[in-house]
Structures are given as C-alpha cells and as structure tokens.
C-alpha cells in the first residue's frame, strides 16, 4: 500500500526516492558514455584540479647544481570561474498532474502513487539529457556554452583554436586518406597518438562511397562499390592506427510546448552534429574524461527545507515542496554538473567542408549552342553525358581555322556548362587537371556559365570545379577515361 510522506496527498517517501536511479531509462547505444564516464565529487572545483594536473603532459625537472636555487613550477590553469556554475533542475505542478488523473479515473493510492512516482523518474531523466548535451557539444567544439534562463557562460577547457578549425573534403574524388593522415601527423607533432574517431553515420556514409579509398582498399575493380563498414574501420585502424569509430545520431527534445491542437510540441536536436568529425586521444583506459557531479544547492541546503526529498543515481536531487496559496505540490529534480576534458591536447575537431557549400549541376552544353561562334555540335556529339561522376561521350577533333584552334591549336575540346551554384559562393573555378596551361579559371563573373577545355590525356585529367565562399569550398571532379576522342 502507498504511503504518501506525512499524509501529503502527492509526496513521495524519501526511501522511494532512493529506488529513482535504478529506474532511470538507459539509453540504447549511447556513445558519449563510453569516452566519459560519471563521477561525484564533493568539491567541483578541487577533483578538476587534481584531474588536470594527473593528465597533462609532464613537464621536465631540470638538474641543479648544489649550490643553487630549486626551478618553480606551476599548477595547470582551469576554468574555475565557470566551472562551479553548472546547476541544471526543472520543476512540475504535481497538484495538476493528481487533479488530472483523478478526472481521467485512475482509482487507488498504489496508481496515484506510482503515477507521482513515473514524474520524478522523468524529471531525473531530463537533468542527466542536458548533461549529455553539454559532453557532446565539449566533443564538438571544444567549449561548452550555457546560455539559458539567466545564465550565460562558455566554459573553456584550453583546446587551441587551431584544433578546432580542420576542415574535411568527403567528395567522391576528394583524397580523404591524405586528409586524415595530415590531421594525425599534426597531433604527432604535439604527443599525442590518435586512436578513435566521433562522428555520424551521414559522414561515415560519405566516405565508404569514396571512389579514392574504394581503390586504395579493394583497388581498381572496387571502385564503384560502396565500402563496408567494417572495411573502413579495419582500412583506418592499419593506416591511422584509429581502432575505434563512433557514431552518434540520437536526439533530444530541445524544448517542449504545447501546439494549437492541444497536443505537445517537440523541438528535436542531434547531440552531436551531423557535419563533423573529433579525432581522439584517449588514456590508457579508454576514456577522454569525466561527467563531474557536486551537490545542488537543494541538496546542500536539504535540512532547512521542509520537503522531501533524496539523492538519485547519485547524480540528481528530488524534491518535493508544498505551496498553501494557491496550493500547489511542486516536484523538482537538479543537479550540479560540468564535463571534464583530461587532456585539452586530445581533441582534434574538423567539419565536414561539403556540407557547406551545394554542389552544382555541371551538363554538356547544349548542341544548339555556339561558343566562340564555333557550333558545340563542331565540338561533341550528342551523346556526351555527365553522369556518377563521369563524363561519358564522342568528342569530335576540331581543325581549320576558328577562334578555339587559332589560340589552342587543332584537338578534342569538352565542352560543359554548370548552372545551380550555392548562393553563398563568390567565386567558381573550373578546369582540368592537368590543363593545357591555364590551370583553373576563375569565371564567378562569366554569365554563360560554360567553358571549352582541351583534352590531351583522357585517362591523366579529370575536369575539376571548385565553388567557394573564401571560407568554405565544395570541390568536383569528373573522371573523362569514358570518352571517346575522334583524330580526325
């Protein structure tokens, strides 16, 4: 039989409460768990300073002559200012929720009871999603910002800027092997070995359709075909010795209301974004860091309230309170929480560069057209297509004299237009690679959006576009190996 604490229609016994934690829901395949870990402290800021002295680089003591003075060392700086700040609690009218299912029908302490009982679970639960938040947007960008209900703060773990700003090509052509192996060469440079991977399951898709790297694993018969899962990790574990890859695609409702229909609203975000990738260092036991909890001041100040109340999981404080005028029964769950990073050194963050910029559509121009008064049709047949990353046709050879061959000389020219350029571009380079000379022109300018190019080694040049916005670029390449090049 239910047994409300002190007769209170609604609160909960303080020995229920202890039973709150076990029942939490776990989350299927939560990620960010595996790389940190949950821990109470009874000191925030004490247990982060141990933490940071244990897992930083060790600086060298020197030798001394007898006679001289001890060299001085220094404690590794945190953010304590911040750190402490961390408070995280949400609240429920109980009154309401009793009244509610009281009308609905729901007869019996024991359901009343249990009903009170499921409200606080999901209170707990939503103080240990925010904590959540805040591990992976520390795995994302190196920072965890709060800007909520009054409180304002970026709490900085020391990553340099520089590791956060690697940006990644996972075009079909892009050389991403050369990409990756870059970035691991760059956290060689500083100490550190990269050993895993963060990311989603769109980049991870991204690069097992790499035309690049299905040659380099399976070779030249395997481009075309879409790695497997299991082909990449072992490809990165050999090469970039990154023997463990996770991906994170769950959500969380970022706020809640209640829609025109009278039904609830949920505003859906990722835990961590779709467009990047953290490269990883972590210790010897698997982890990047630790999830700190302290005490809630509700916890700390339990004794001179007259609630109930009992710590959860151990994590999440609840509490209960009743309010005479009007009279409400209030429930609330909080905790104090901040993410730990061991080692500032151990993150290395790049964003997914194409999903930046939209790719263009690039087609042969059309056979009606002229450019440089010379009929496309003189150029190509009209079977020439642009399709999964080819170009595929008859090109003609064009001699005599006309305004292509007097400056280029007798040949086969391609001729392709581009049309859908990203509105945040400001600049489109096309070209082939190798060119005749030019290299890639710029033509952001051009109204025509189209171009002639020479074709001299159909199975060495690819025709390359790059769209850009100074910052961000979106890169193309055509493979010309299926055209067929007339001589005469």
Request: overall charge negative; hydrophobic content about 40%; glycine content about 8%.
């Amino acid at each position: 039989m239910a047994r409300w604490e002190d007769n209170i229609f609604g609160r909960v016994t303080k020995e229920d409460w202890l039973t709150v934690g076990a029942q939490i829901p776990t989350r299927q395949n939560d990620p960010i768990d595996s790389l940190f870990g949950d821990d109470k402290t009874d000191n925030l800021v004490a247990a982060w300073e141990s933490i940071a002295a244990e897992y930083s680089i060790p600086v060298m003591a020197q030798f001394h002559g007898f006679d001289t003075e001890s060299l001085k060392t220094f404690r590794i700086p945190i953010d304590t200012h911040n750190i402490e700040k961390g408070l995280i609690k949400v609240k429920i009218n109980q009154s309401e929720r009793l009244r509610a299912l009281t009308r609905a029908g729901v007869q019996g302490d024991q359901r009343l009871y249990d009903y009170v009982l499921q409200d606080g679970i999901r209170l707990a639960d939503q103080v240990i999603t925010r904590t959540k938040v805040a591990k992976n947007e520390l795995m994302a960008t190196g920072k965890v910002t709060i800007n909520e209900n009054n409180l304002a703060l970026t709490v900085d773990y020391g990553v340099p800027e520089s590791r956060t700003a690697y940006t990644i090509d996972l075009n079909t052509e892009a050389d991403i092997t050369s990409q990756i192996q870059a970035i691991v060469d760059d956290a060689l440079d500083h100490g550190i070995t990269i050993n895993g991977m963060l990311t989603s399951k769109k980049v991870i898709a991204k690069i097992r359709n790499n035309a690049r790297l299905q040659t380099a694993i399976n070779g030249n018969v395997g481009a075309g075909a879409q790695l497997s899962t299991s082909a990449v990790e072992n490809y990165f574990s050999d090469e970039f010795g990154i023997d463990t890859i996770i991906t994170n695609d769950l959500t969380y409702g970022e706020s809640a209301s209640i829609g025109e229909d009278g039904r609830p609203v949920i505003a859906q975000s990722r835990y961590y974004p779709q467009n990047k990738i953290t490269f990883f260092a972590t210790n010897p036991g698997g982890k990047l860091g630790t999830g700190l909890w302290g005490d809630s001041p509700e916890a700390d100040a339990a004794g001179f309230y007259d609630v109930g109340g009992s710590t959860v999981s151990p994590y999440v404080y609840i509490m209960q309170w009743m309010e005479t005028d009007p009279a409400v029964l209030w429930t609330k769950a909080s905790g104090l929480f901040m993410p730990v990073l061991y080692n500032p050194d151990s993150l290395f963050i790049a964003t997914v560069a194409d999903d930046f910029m939209d790719p263009a559509t690039i087609a042969p121009e059309n056979q009606g057209n002229s450019v440089f008064d010379v009929p496309v049709s003189s150029l190509q047949a009209s079977d020439v297509a642009v399709a999964n990353g080819a170009v595929t046709g008859t090109i003609k050879y064009l001699s005599g004299s006309n305004a292509i061959t007097n400056v280029w000389g007798p040949g086969n020219f391609l001729c392709l237009k581009w049309s859908d350029i990203d509105p945040k571009a400001n600049s489109i380079k096309v070209g082939l690679e190798p060119s005749a000379g030019t290299g890639l022109v710029e033509c952001f300018n051009d109204p025509d959006r189209n171009g002639i190019f020479k074709i001299t080694n159909k199975n060495v040049q690819k025709f390359k576009i790059v769209v850009s916005n100074g910052e961000h670029s979106r890169v193309q390449t055509l493979d010309l190996s299926g055209l067929t090049l007339q001589t005469s």
